[in-house]
């Protein structure tokens, strides 16, 4: 669990006020700095096409940008805060939502929307979403693809399909090897 400003004031010797200022600005200045060099994100087709082949390599899985997933983090809310971080998981918390590429590493991630919106609510905050949607993200075109197939992102049931996102199957393994090998009758 996270500490409160009023514990910080105590540890630091900082009132909270101006931790409250301070925290955010120093997170800020971290990301700025640190972010292109630990999180890039692809823009260019170029890029998405090697992303796409670690995940054709890794996985057996052609035209993928990435794996998007939410996780809720618990947190203390603030007072007075109601319900507004309060999740449908039954405690209260922040959405950590990112992509990540077929070795786990992270190419966007975006921290501290409330816990009351889903994964699926949270994505369409995202800074990438809107590229995503209208199409001007920089994906390959699907002549540039395997197969001649979209370019596209997995993720769980949380988010809803679309022309660019699709859903892992079920609760199964499901291994096209073994299926083209099967014999047919």
């Not at 301070?22 to 800020?28: A, M, V």
């Not at 449908?88 to 590493?105: D, H, P, Q, R």
């Not at 609510?121 to 002549?143: A, D, K, S």
């Amino acid at each position: 669990m996270g500490r409160s400003l009023q514990d910080w004031k105590f540890m630091t010797g900082i009132s909270p006020q101006a931790l409250g200022i301070i925290i955010p600005e120093t997170c800020s200045a971290i990301i700025q700095v640190l972010q292109k060099d630990y999180i890039r994100f692809p823009s260019n087709p170029q890029e998405w096409q090697t992303v796409a082949s670690q995940f054709l390599h890794q996985w057996d899985f052609p035209n993928c940008g990435g794996a998007i997933n939410g996780k809720h983090v618990r947190n203390v809310p603030p007072p007075n805060s109601g319900s507004y971080y309060f999740n449908y998981k039954g405690f209260s918390s922040i959405v950590m939502l990112a992509v990540v590429t077929a070795n786990y590493e992270f190419i966007y991630l975006d921290v501290g929307k409330n816990g009351r919106n889903s994964d699926g609510g949270v994505i369409v905050q995202m800074g990438f979403y809107q590229p995503f949607q209208n199409g001007t993200l920089g994906l390959p075109p699907p002549e540039e693809n395997v197969a001649v197939l979209n370019f596209v992102f997995v993720a769980d049931e949380a988010f809803a399909l679309g022309e660019h996102l699709m859903r892992t199957p079920e609760q199964r393994v499901f291994n096209y090897r073994q299926w083209l090998r099967m014999p047919l009758a």
